[in-house]
């Protein structure tokens, strides 16, 4: 089945720090998804991307859909604390919001 | 607005057990998803539904779980009986359920159950 690897798995970073994560896939997708999920909570949109290549802002967070279909990743600049949790990409296969696939997450942690 | 509600949020319950999550989504949300997530792992798909009909049950292990959405909102996930391997956060999702790339699904706060 499709599988996403994303890394680092874990990062421990200073406040004020850029982080930089990525998402690659030996399977092409036509939508990737960035989540955040904190503690005890479902994981919550960040980002959609829709077209290869394209580039999309959310506030302090940047991310790409790469070329190939088979990749993406997700950029934070400016790190604060609230910052910290899991990030999760996924991709979607099919139409509309027939399946994700997720990654198995980013743990970031900061220090402050 | 709100949220995708899931009920009980912790569930602790011996194995061979039976066990039992509910799920309210989003009020006009026609699709609704349950998603088991492992320690250290992201969500994996069990099943989706559109309205009552489920569309893909193909990961839901069929010989122990079940799920039902009667009238096309609530759905109830059940294990019987419990594993030991099936500990873990249960996440309950819905969407509008347009077949355009722009759908989002939206979670709930999971059920974390452990079986001990």
């Known amino acids: 089945g499709q599988q996403l690897n994303q890394s680092p798995q874990s990062m421990f970073i200073q406040e004020g720090e850029d982080v930089s994560m990525n998402c690659t896939s030996s399977?092409?997708?036509?939508?990737w998804l960035w989540y955040k999920q904190d503690p005890g909570e479902g994981p919550v949109l960040l980002i959609a991307?829709?077209?290869?290549?394209e580039l999309t802002s959310n506030g302090r967070l940047t991310a790409q859909f790469g070329i190939t279909r088979k990749d993406s990743f997700l950029n934070i600049s400016a790190s604060i604390p609230s910052d910290v949790g899991i990030y999760f990409c996924?991709?979607?296969?099919?139409?509309?919001?027939?399946?994700?696939?997720f990654g198995q997450g980013t743990r970031l942690t900061i220090n402050p | 607005e709100a949220g995708v509600v899931q009920s009980p949020r912790y569930k602790i319950i011996e194995k061979k057990q039976p066990v039992a999550f509910w799920c309210n989504p989003i009020?006009?949300?026609?699709?609704l998803y349950w998603y088991r997530q492992n320690l250290g792992q992201g969500p994996e798909l069990l099943i989706r539904?559109?309205?009552?009909?489920?569309?893909?049950d193909s990961q839901l292990p069929k010989d122990r779980f079940s799920a039902e959405r009667l009238k096309g909102v609530d759905s109830t996930l059940k294990i019987q009986p419990a594993e030991l391997g099936d500990s873990a956060v249960y996440l309950c999702?819905?969407?509008?359920?347009?077949?355009?790339?722009?759908?989002?699904?939206?979670f709930g706060p999971g059920t974390r159950l452990t079986v001990l």
């Open positions: 539904y559109e309205n009552e009909e489920a569309v893909d």
């Open positions: 999702a819905s969407s509008l359920g347009q077949l355009f790339d722009t759908d989002t699904q939206y």
């Open positions: 009020s006009g949300h026609n699709t």
């Open positions: 996924a991709g979607r296969i099919g139409q509309g919001a027939q399946k994700l696939v």
């Open positions: 399977s092409i997708f036509n939508t």
């Open positions: 991307l829709y077209k290869a290549g």
